[in-house]
């Protein structure tokens, strides 16, 4: 399980390294894709495919092929190299508006790569209570 904050930096080739509280979990071989708010999603390899057969079992709707294409058409496979670091393809870079500054976010199954900025301007809580009230529906108590 992947969880808390961690401000990291990427270089000029869109390169970076993995926060050590992730690697592990993470492994060497990895999915990055584009998320939901404006980040950027990555999942070890398993949970990639457990992901994946999630999608494929969504029905043949256009709101389904949509979602579907979204997260698969943007996806790449990537790998740690001897430095321990990992690129970010440019289009996904520019998908999250990724420059130097990012942040890691542990989030459960998957990890999500923000821009430094966006992070800041979404990562607003004031209606968090609210939004926990909703969650009981979920069978979710806090």
């Not at 492994?27 to 990639?48: H, M, N, Q, R, S």
């Not at 495919?49 to 389904?64: I, N, R």
């Not at 520019?94 to 459960?108: Q, S, W």
Request: with cysteine.
């Amino acid at each position: 399980m992947f969880m808390g904050e961690f401000d990291h930096s990427i270089d000029s080739k869109g390169r970076f390294i993995i926060p050590s509280k992730f690697r592990e979990d993470l492994g060497d071989e990895f999915v990055i894709t584009a998320g939901l708010d404006g980040c950027l999603f990555v999942y070890p390899k398993t949970e990639w495919e457990t992901f994946s057969l999630e999608l494929a079992k969504l029905p043949g709707t256009k709101e389904a092929r949509q979602l579907q294409r979204y997260f698969l058409a943007k996806a790449a496979a990537c790998e740690v190299d001897k430095q321990g670091r990992a690129l970010i393809p440019m289009k996904l870079r520019e998908c999250a508006g990724l420059d130097k500054d990012i942040v890691f976010v542990g989030v459960l199954n998957k990890i999500e790569i923000w821009s430094k900025e966006r992070w800041d301007n979404n990562n607003d809580y004031e209606d968090v209570d609210a939004i926990a009230e909703h969650m009981s529906q979920y069978g979710i108590s806090f």
